[in-house]
């Protein structure tokens, strides 16, 4: 079993991956919260507090999937200017770890959480099966990914540039001042801790955010001929009205295709962030 970490803008969470089956040993990890603006030592205890809960570690790998931007090679967070993790910015998440797990895994390795999440519901998910696929997350910002039979493509003219959605731009502005939690709210105009409020209060002009998203993904869904475009997140688990506003976008934008939630919610990640550093291990 391969232990795997996922730190999202609001929670983290772990749990044990069959390298066999490629299935979760638990369905639903426990999530634990964590602050966006939390102190180094506060984050890092999260993180080892969850890897502990999944059971031993010692000669084991550990991946954790993180959300970006982040020095993956290095295990250095590279946070500025995105309203998350600034307190990691420039700290050796890696060596934090290994001195604060105590028995030490055989590695810490680290990727990206919207890859991870891409490529678990590709390997054992909602688009297992499938060739080419694009990978959304939706939560305090936007995750993506393009793969293709489990590479992920990241240059070239079929798609964003470093394959990264949040790099778009929607009316001239950045998509993420649009399409992410700090936006959603400013559209939004009332209190309210995060965008699942909006979305219980009801305010479609604030959501339809979501629907611009779908017309700036169009042109490279279809310029990278992905069969289906899967979304996930803690946002998407509101399928019953964020599917309908990116379906629009979508269309919108000149593309038919499919858009499937995730199979795997809360375990996605987890999955594909085993799957990826046991294909590093075979390499």
């Given at each position: 079993?391969?232990?795997?970490?996922?730190?999202?803008?609001?929670?983290?969470?772990?749990?044990?991956?069959?390298?066999?089956?490629?299935?979760?040993?638990?369905?639903?990890?426990?999530?634990?919260?964590?602050?966006?603006?939390?102190t180094a030592q506060e984050l890092i205890t999260a993180i080892t507090n969850a890897a502990l809960s999944a059971g031993p570690l010692a000669d084991l790998p550990l991946c954790l999937a993180v959300p970006g931007p982040f020095d993956y090679a290095e295990g250095i967070g590279?946070?500025?200017?995105?309203?998350?993790?600034?307190?990691?910015?420039?700290?050796?998440?890696?060596?934090?770890?290994?001195?604060?797990?105590?028995?030490?895994?055989?590695?810490i390795s680290f990727v990206n959480d919207a890859v991870a999440f891409g490529i678990g519901e590709w390997v054992a998910g909602a688009a297992r099966g499938l060739n080419r696929i694009a990978a959304i997350t939706l939560?305090?910002?936007?995750?993506?990914?393009?793969?293709?039979?489990?590479?992920?493509?990241?240059?070239?003219?079929?798609?964003?540039?470093?394959?990264?959605?949040?790099?778009?731009?929607?009316?001239?502005?950045?998509?993420?001042?649009?399409?992410?939690?700090?936006?959603?709210?400013?559209?939004?105009?009332?209190?309210?801790?995060?965008?699942?409020?909006?979305?219980?209060a009801g305010n479609l002009e604030a959501l339809d955010a979501y629907r611009r998203l779908g017309a700036a993904l169009a042109p490279w869904v279809n310029s990278f001929a992905?069969?289906?475009?899967?979304?996930?997140?803690?946002?998407?688990q509101s399928w019953n009205v964020i599917g309908p506003l990116l379906t629009a976008g979508l269309h919108d934008g000149g593309s038919?295709?499919?858009?499937?939630?995730?199979?795997?919610?809360?375990t996605a990640t987890h999955i594909g962030a085993a799957w990826l550093t046991s294909q590093r291990a075979v390499s």
């Open positions: 079993m391969i232990p795997a970490v996922e730190l999202g803008g609001s929670h983290v969470s772990a749990t044990r991956v069959s390298p066999v089956t490629w299935t979760a040993r638990d369905p639903r990890p426990p999530a634990r919260r964590v602050s966006p603006h939390a590279r946070y500025t200017g995105v309203g998350k993790f600034d307190a990691i910015n420039g700290v050796d998440l890696r060596s934090a770890l290994y001195t604060a797990l105590g028995p030490r895994p055989a590695e939560g305090t910002g936007v995750g993506s990914a393009f793969i293709d039979r489990g590479h992920v493509v990241q240059d070239g003219p079929s798609v964003p540039p470093q394959g990264r959605a949040d790099l778009l731009d929607i009316d001239g502005r950045p998509l993420e001042e649009t399409v992410s939690t700090r936006g959603i709210l400013r559209a939004h105009g009332r209190p309210a801790t995060g965008v699942i409020d909006v979305i219980r992905a069969q289906a475009v899967v979304v996930g997140g803690a946002v998407a038919t295709v499919n858009l499937l939630a995730a199979a795997n919610p809360h």
